[in-house]
């Protein structure tokens, strides 16, 4: 069974830094290309950044270039996002996605960026 | 960057009822077009893929079709279980680019 488990969410003060983490399970997690997607609250889904399977290729939504990092650790079947510069915007549930597709999904993990 | 204009934005219909969303992207996408459903408090869920294709199990009373940049997706016979907020995903170029969402409700 697949299974995508984020965690590293929490409160934070903006400007300062947090590590989201997910764990990937139930699948070759080398094999998957994957992504972050952020919904902020009572609003829609929003693409934040997608890593090739190898992690030789990454995108970023304008918005988070320059302060987001994707990476992966394909021995520990783990994909991160580090995020630096954290914004009251940024403020929002963001969920691991398998692949360009999502074909699966995380629980998704909750981001308060307030003072 | 291209933008996806989603229809309606919320949809009111009854049990068995045929329902149709569409998104029409603002510029060629191919096929690079994939369907969502997320119910309350539930992670988005897969429905299709490459604007047509069914997703491992999800019933066939779902389909996705394509006309040039318009996209649809259509329910055939409503069910309960339907209710939710269907979101289009355009995966054609970075940076990837999610309709606002169509909020199904039962009449």
């Known amino acids: 069974e697949v299974q995508l488990v984020e965690s590293g969410g929490g409160l934070v003060q903006p400007g300062r830094s947090m590590k989201l983490s997910c764990a990937a399970s139930?699948?070759?997690?080398?094999?998957?290309?994957m992504a972050w997607v952020r919904q902020a609250p009572t609003k829609g889904l929003e693409w934040v950044a997608t890593i090739s399977y190898d992690g030789s290729s990454t995108y970023y939504r304008d918005s988070v270039k320059g302060r987001f990092t994707i990476s992966r650790d394909n021995a520990k079947s783990t994909l991160y996002l580090q995020m630096n510069s954290l914004r009251s915007e940024d403020t929002a549930t963001y969920y691991c996605?398998?692949?360009?597709?999502?074909?699966?999904w995380g629980q998704g993990v909750m981001v308060t960026v307030s003072s | 960057d291209i933008q996806m204009t989603q229809s309606p934005a919320s949809l009111s219909a009854s049990l068995e009822e045929i329902v149709t969303i569409t998104c029409q992207a603002s510029?060629?996408?191919?096929?690079?077009l994939s369907w969502y459903q997320q119910k309350p408090g539930k992670s988005p869920q897969l429905l299709i893929y490459?604007?047509?294709s069914l997703a491992d199990g999800v019933p066939s009373r779902f389909s996705g079709s394509r006309s040039g940049t318009q996209y649809s997706l259509k329910i055939s016979r409503l069910q309960v279980e339907d209710i939710g907020i269907y979101y289009c995903?355009?995966?054609?170029?970075?940076?990837?680019?999610f309709g606002a969402g169509t909020k199904l409700e039962l009449k």
């Open positions: 510029q060629d996408i191919g096929n690079w």
């Open positions: 490459g604007a047509t």
């Open positions: 139930g699948f070759t997690f080398s094999n998957y290309g």
């Open positions: 995903l355009q995966a054609y170029s970075a940076p990837y680019t």
């Open positions: 996605t398998r692949g360009i597709l999502g074909d699966y």
